[in-house]
């Protein structure tokens, strides 16, 4: 009698290796080295940026007998200069002068540019692309070169000598800051605007409910450009204006020289800090809006 033995079962198979996951070490190596070069490059340029400020402020804290000097320090910080620089010449008169323009211009340059780039996005004629084109090509022309005929039109109408021409110059907005509005309307969808005009509102309702608050960080964008190009506008104040009501940029041009005629470097330098104090105080306000509203205004 044969006996049957059972078979024994086959031995499992052996997993297979999982496949290595590729070596990450030299690309990111890499990438970290061009963040290195990137960042490297970015603080060289940052540093000679702010080469001249720092030579400024070393500047504004110099004795005046040491303004000649070969010293990168001054022996002593003289911080009279800051003091004197505001005595030397009506130095509050000229800022509340400069203050009072700039923020007028800025305000009627964010309102009409807007208007005007609304005026563009979504509105329809005929010729509009022209004449946005003609828009465009005027920020090409130098100032210098309207220059004369601007004084002569203001002084055919009796406005020299007064601020008129700074509200008619806001009134009238400004290029630069009507492609930023035209160029962040257009994204709007066309349902938003549809929806409100079918429950009743009309064009300028539309602008100034749905339009405008949603373009807040554009506004202040449009609104630290034209304050910064008013306040450092030295030109047209220079032109237009007479002693009594003229700005700080005049001002401090041109006031500080002593009974001689020869100018003061120190106290300069000293009235040049105080007068860049407002424009770093508005910038550093509205840095965070200032950014976004150039990136949302991206060109399409």
Request: charged fraction near 10%; glycine fraction near 6%; avoid cysteine.
């Amino acid at each position: 009698m044969t006996t049957t033995v059972p078979a024994t079962p086959a031995a499992p198979a052996a997993p297979e290796p999982a496949p290595t996951a590729p070596a990450r070490r030299p690309r990111n190596r890499n990438r970290n080295r061009k963040q290195m070069l990137v960042f490297t490059v970015l603080l060289v340029v940052s540093v000679l940026m702010a080469l001249p400020f720092v030579e400024l402020m070393i500047s504004s804290l110099r004795p005046a007998n040491e303004m000649s000097s070969d010293t990168w320090l001054p022996s002593v910080l003289d911080w009279h200069n800051y003091a004197n620089a505001v005595k030397t010449i009506p130095f509050w008169r000229f800022g509340r002068n400069s203050l009072i323009l700039a923020v007028v211009n800025a305000l009627l340059t964010t309102i009409s540019s807007a208007l005007v780039g609304y005026g563009f996005a979504r509105l329809r004629a005929p010729g509009k692309s022209l004449l946005f084109g003609l828009l465009i090509s005027t920020m090409m022309v130098p100032q210098i070169v309207t220059l004369i005929p601007t004084y002569l039109m203001f002084a055919q109408v009796g406005m020299v000598g007064t601020y008129w021409p700074w509200v008619l110059w806001g009134s009238a907005g400004a290029p630069y800051a009507i492609f930023l509005y035209r160029q962040f309307f257009s994204s709007f969808p066309k349902e938003l605007e549809e929806a409100a005009v079918i429950d009743g509102a009309g064009r300028i309702r539309v602008f100034f409910q749905i339009f405008l608050p949603l373009s807040r960080p554009l506004m202040v964008t449009a609104f630290v450009l034209a304050f910064n190009a008013v306040w450092g506008d030295f030109i047209a104040p220079n032109l237009l204006l007479d002693q009594s009501n003229t700005t700080l940029a005049v001002g401090v041009g041109q006031g500080y020289v002593n009974d001689r005629g020869f100018p003061m470097p120190n106290l300069l330098a000293g009235g040049a800090v105080l007068y860049l104090v407002p424009v770093i105080l508005l910038f550093l306000a509205a840095q965070r809006s200032y950014v976004r509203g150039f990136v949302n205004s991206g060109l399409k």
